[in-house]
């Protein structure tokens, strides 16, 4: 899918786009794509092209990503309260794993429809679905920048994008097909272009789910590797042990870690966890931590956790 939110390491709460210019980016690009896939539909009915009509199919999928991103946006900004402690900050994960799955289900249907066509091709009007495909490129670059200028540091934001950057692609393929179809009567090329459209949709479609599905699984960010933190944090002076480590995110771009720290017998564990804040934040860019800091017990070192979670870090 390329490089998403998940891949970067994010501070936590601070995001360079305000959720204003977000909404106002994402509106331009749905108008956009709604008032073309409606001229496509009706183009693609009257040119007998399959691909223009899988082409609007994942403009619908486009649009629906972008009003389940505006809602999204919204929900994500009300603040914490009641059971919701973290808010409605993961409605954005919601979106983008919804528009995963929708990409992947339609993609089965043309790849059904794609071979059957494959089998039995249809009349196809080349020049239409040809001119058809190069306005359709010029509203995806349009659209596509629109929402390049949003917050792509969001999962919700980045699956919009990634919709319609799948998007372009397919109306190139969708281009070249129409003139492949033009010029040499091939018609089962229009065919072809639609499994290249499904193809795309399957790869967009999986690295959303897999994404979302990550954080719903309270899996770290994948920039991040757990057992080299906590290696990491072990080794800071008068630190005896780190156990308990959790890292996840919150929603993306906003990972949290919480640790069990065992600290030196007399050590000042004030200090020692701002040191610990402080490599997290300039190293690994979390801000949002929880550390339990505790002193050796020489009479029972292990009275704190009986059974520690995960693996235990311990110092040189």
Not at 62 to 88: C, F, K, M, W
Request: proline fraction near 2%; charged fraction near 15%.
């Amino acid at each position: 899918m390329g490089e998403t939110a998940l891949d970067h390491g994010h501070g936590g709460h601070s995001h360079g786009v305000s959720a204003d210019a977000d909404r106002k980016w994402l509106t331009l690009a749905l108008i956009l794509i709604v008032g073309f896939m409606a001229a496509e539909v009706v183009v693609g009915v009257i040119a007998g092209s399959l691909a223009l009509i899988t082409d609007a199919g994942h403009m619908l999928t486009d649009a629906v990503s972008i009003v389940l991103a505006l809602i999204a946006i919204r929900l994500a900004a009300r603040p914490a309260r009641g059971g919701y402690t973290y808010g409605l900050k993961r409605a954005e994960i919601l979106s983008a794993q919804a528009n995963g799955i929708t990409l992947l289900l339609l993609a089965a249907y043309f790849v059904f429809e794609g071979v059957r066509r494959l089998i039995e091709p249809g009349e196809v009007e080349g020049l239409l679905v040809f001119v058809t495909a190069l306005v359709g490129i010029v509203v995806n670059v349009a659209a596509t920048w629109c929402i390049s200028r949003a917050n792509r540091s969001s999962l919700n934001v980045e699956g919009a994008y990634q919709h319609i950057l799948n998007d372009l692609y397919a109306f190139i393929a969708t281009a070249i097909a129409g003139a492949v179809v033009w010029l040499t009567g091939f018609a089962r090329a229009d065919a072809i272009a639609a499994l290249v459209v499904a193809a795309l949709m399957v790869k967009a479609g999986w690295g959303l789910v897999r994404a979302s599905g990550r954080i719903f699984l309270e899996a770290a960010p994948e920039s991040v590797d757990p057992a080299a933190v906590g290696a990491e944090l072990a080794e800071v002076g008068a630190v005896a042990e780190v156990h308990d480590l959790h890292i996840w995110q919150i929603t993306s771009g906003e990972a949290a870690l919480s640790a069990h720290v065992i600290v030196a017998d007399g050590a000042d564990c004030h200090a020692i966890r701002g040191e610990l804040e402080r490599i997290l934040l300039e190293r690994h860019h979390i801000d949002h931590t929880t550390l339990q800091v505790d002193h050796v017990c020489a009479e029972d070192p292990d009275q704190h956790c009986v059974e520690p979670h995960g693996q235990s870090y311990r110092g040189a």
